[in-house]
C-alpha cells in the first residue's frame, strides 16, 4: 500500500512509492510548457518526496532541456562528454558487451564540485526487460537517526571529494577503467574546472532548512584526518545511510523521467542486465555551495 501523501496537490496526482521517499506522479506533460503553479507544485513534490517519477513521457532532447531549465542553469559534467548536439545531456549507455555501468555504486552527483549539482533529471530511452533499476536513500533520515553523540561529531566533519583516481578504485582514472568497462562512456579532461572540493558532513537543504547526511562515494577522508583515521568513519556514514528503511527503488519503463534532489539522498544503478543494453539521457541542474 502507498504511504499516505503529506501535501496537497491541485494539479498533480503524486501517488508515493515508500515510506522513505519518491513518488510517482501522474497527470503532467512535460513536453509543455507548463505554467508556474504546475512547476510549483511539482517543486513540493519533489522536495516532499525526494525522488519523483513521471512516466510515459514522449520528450526531445530540447523539450528535456526545456524543462531542466525551469530548475536552473545546466551543470556540464567536468569528466564526461555529453552529446555531439547536445552537449548538456549526457547520454548514459551500458552495451552487452559493457562489464560495468555507470553509476553503479552509492554517490550523489557531482559531489567532487564546489557547488555539486543540486539535481538530476534522468530520462530512459531504452531498458532492458528486467532489471537497471536505480536505488535512492534518503539521506536526512539517516542524518536523523544517529545517537546524539554522532551527530555532534558528524556536524564537526568536513568531507574531502575527488572526481577521479578514487581510491576505491584503486587510484585508476576513469579514462582507462571507462575504457575497459564501459566503452560508449566517453571521458573528457576537466581543463581547469575544479573537482576537488571540500564539503561539511551535515548540510543543511538550502529549501527545506532539514539537515542531511551529505556523503557519497566520491567522498575519500575527512579533512585535518588521515586515511586510516577517516575510513571506518566513511565505512559507518555509508553502511548506516543505505539502511533499507531509508531507501526507495525505481523501475523503469521507455519514456520514464525521473528528477532527484542530490541535496538530501544517494542513489545506485543496479547492474544486473549482463545481456541487454541500457539508453538514458541525463541532464544536472546547477547547485549551491552546501553549508
Ligand atoms: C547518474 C547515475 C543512475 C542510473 O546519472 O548520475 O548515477 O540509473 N545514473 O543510470
Ligand atoms: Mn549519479
Not at 518526496?49 to 520528450?59: A, G, S, T, Y
Not at 571540500?198 to 588521515?226: C, D, S
Request: proline share 6%; glycine share 8%; hydrophobic share 35%.
Amino acid at each position: 500500500m502507498n504511504a499516505p501523501s503529506s501535501a496537497i496537490y491541485r494539479h498533480l496526482d503524486v501517488q508515493k512509492i515508500a515510506g522513505a521517499g519518491g513518488a510517482e506522479i501522474r497527470g503532467v506533460d512535460l513536453s509543455k510548457d507548463l505554467p508556474q503553479d504546475v512547476l510549483a507544485e511539482i517543486r513540493a513534490a519533489l522536495l516532499d518526496n525526494l525522488v519523483i517519477v513521471f512516466r510515459d513521457q514522449d520528450l526531445t532532447p530540447d523539450q528535456q532541456l526545456a524543462f531542466a531549465r525551469k530548475w536552473g542553469d545546466i551543470h556540464l559534467h567536468p569528466f564526461m562528454q555529453g552529446m555531439p548536439d547536445h552537449p548538456e545531456i549526457l547520454a548514459i549507455i551500458k552495451r552487452p558487451t559493457d562489464k560495468k555501468n555507470f553509476g553503479g555504486s552509492w554517490h550523489t552527483d557531482q559531489m567532487f564540485s564546489p557547488n555539486p549539482a543540486m539535481g538530476t533529471m534522468l530520462y530512459a530511452k531504452q531498458v532492458p526487460s528486467a532489471g537497471g533499476d536505480t536505488m535512492f536513500t534518503n539521506q536526512y533520515l539517516a542524518y536523523e537517526s544517529l545517537s546524539d553523540g554522532m551527530k555532534a561529531l558528524a556536524n564537526k566533519l568536513r568531507t574531502v571529494c575527488v572526481g577521479d583516481n578514487f581510491k576505491q578504485a584503486d587510484g585508476r582514472s576513469r579514462k582507462d577503467r571507462y575504457a575497459d568497462t564501459m566503452a560508449d562512456m566517453k571521458v573528457k579532461d576537466p581543463g581547469n574546472v575544479q573537482t576537488t572540493s571540500i564539503h561539511p558532513l551535515v548540510r543543511t537543504h538550502p529549501e527545506t532548512g532539514r539537515k542531511a547526511l551529505y556523503i557519497g562515494g566520491h567522498v575519500q577522508y575527512f579533512e585535518g584526518m588521515t586515511d586510516e583515521e577517516s575510513q571506518p568513519l566513511i565505512d559507518f556514514f555509508m553502511k548506516h545511510s543505505v539502511r533499507p528503511e531509508f531507501t526507495v527503488r525505481v523501475r523503469w519503463q521507455n519514456g520514464t523521467l525521473t528528477f532527484w534532489d542530490n541535496r538530501c539522498t544517494q542513489h545506485f544503478a543496479v547492474n544486473d542486465y549482463p545481456a541487454e543494453t541500457r539508453i538514458m539521457h541525463r541532464i544536472t541542474i546547477c547547485g549551491d555551495q552546501p553549508f
